[in-house]
């Protein structure tokens, strides 16, 4: 297989898990919706411990984790390609504009920033999950 060919497929690839993945993301979320805002409680600081997790070794939860864990193999592989292309994009930025780091960090900030794993408050609408961080403001 040329290289042209094997890049064409990779990308293809990629493209189709990011979609899936995208797909499961909006389909749980509008789940979760669907059975009521009101059960959902204020979404909590990332450093902070969850208080409305009820059992841990609940089978629910199991299968949460586990859900977790599939979903975070495509996310966290096309989260790391997108912060990669960013870093990289970034840095020719940073080169083209003269060295201008406001630029350079419009763009690093939202590529490398952002959640990498799928937490089981993702998937229960606790928290939002940012696939695209937020920038501080405008480049400078």
């Known amino acids: 297989m040329s290289t042209n060919r094997f890049l064409r497929f990779l990308a293809a690839r990629v493209l189709v898990v990011g979609a899936t993945v995208c797909t499961l993301l909006v389909v749980t979320g509008q789940s979760v919706l669907a059975h009521g805002i009101e059960d ?29 864990w599939a979903l975070t193999i495509p996310y ?10 960013g870093g990289i994009v970034g840095g020719l930025a ?16 939202p590529s490398m920033t ?9 998937l229960t609408g606790e928290r939002r ?9 405008p480049p400078a």
């Open 129 to 137: 999950l940012y696939f695209v961080g937020v920038a501080d403001g």
């Open 40 to 68: 959902l409680s204020e979404p909590t600081p990332s450093h902070a411990v969850s208080s409305s997790s009820s059992n841990l070794s609940s089978p629910e939860s199991a299968r949460r984790q586990a859900a977790c």
């Open 94 to 109: 940073w080169t083209v504009t003269g060295g201008n780091m406001g630029v350079a960090k419009s763009i690093w900030i």
């Open 114 to 122: 952002g959640d990498y794993i799928i937490q089981p408050q993702h």
């Open 76 to 85: 966290g592989a096309a989260k790391m390609v997108y912060a990669v292309g």
